[in-house]
């Protein structure tokens, strides 16, 4: 049986203009605003790896890549 890939999703805090478009974007709610609306990486369990986010982002501050399997 084929193994779900996993994702990684990284926010360049010094890039984000904190807009919430990422939030707003995001099919599966990885992200949550903090108190000043930066997007944490809440449940990075949940990225299905669409990129939405990483296309949507005015800023270039997402970035979304596949986790390396451990072996």
Do not use: W
């Not at 807009?19 to 299905?48: H, N, R, S």
Request: aromatic letters at 6%; glycine letters at 6%; proline letters at 6%.
């Amino acid at each position: 049986m084929a193994e779900k890939k996993q994702y990684s999703v990284v926010v360049n805090e010094s890039r984000c203009k904190r807009c919430g478009i990422c939030i707003a974007f995001c099919p599966t709610k990885v992200f949550v605003p903090d108190a000043e609306g930066l997007p944490i990486v809440a449940y990075e369990e949940k990225c299905i790896g669409c990129m939405m986010c990483e296309h949507r982002c005015p800023d270039i501050a997402i970035k979304v890549g596949v986790k390396k399997s451990e072996l």
